[in-house]
């Protein structure tokens, strides 16, 4: 599983339809035993994806850019008091460090899931009732 807008929103209408639909046991078998896991992968690889701003694997400019066209990449103008509302801005596409800023940004991303997701499950969830 990865964020990709694309990606996620098959895997979370596949999982979709296998929960859905009572003949899907009978068509994949052994698929359908996970179809929960289907079902969280998809949406949390779509959710990602527009973190990531990414449509199968390209930029999605969503909500337009804060920079503005003042010649090629280093060149780029911000513009005064412009917030990108999710996810990346697609002018990081152009940039000079673009690979490893965003090898940087979804590593920090994924450890900070991982360990809130490694917290919640071993002390939230197993706190014996009282």
């Known amino acids: 599983m990865f964020g990709d807008i694309g990606h996620g929103g098959v895997l979370l209408a596949f999982g979709i339809w296998l929960i ?34 990414e449509f ?16 090629f990449e280093e060149e780029a103008e911000k513009i005064d008091g412009c917030v990108y509302p999710i996810g990346m801005d697609p002018k990081w596409i152009r940039a000079s460090n673009e690979l490893s800023f965003f090898n940087s940004y979804k590593m920090k991303f994924a450890v900070i899931i991982g360990v809130t997701q490694m917290t919640l499950g071993t002390h939230v969830f197993t706190q014996p009732s009282s």
Request: with cysteine; charged share 15%; glycine share 12%.
């Open 56 to 71: 199968f694997s390209i930029p999605w400019n969503v909500f337009g850019s804060c920079y503005g066209e003042a010649g």
């Open 20 to 53: 859905r639909d009572p003949n899907a046991k009978k068509i994949l078998g052994d698929v359908y035993s996970i179809r929960y896991l289907v079902l969280m992968m998809g949406s949390f690889a779509f959710y990602s994806g527009w973190i990531y701003n």
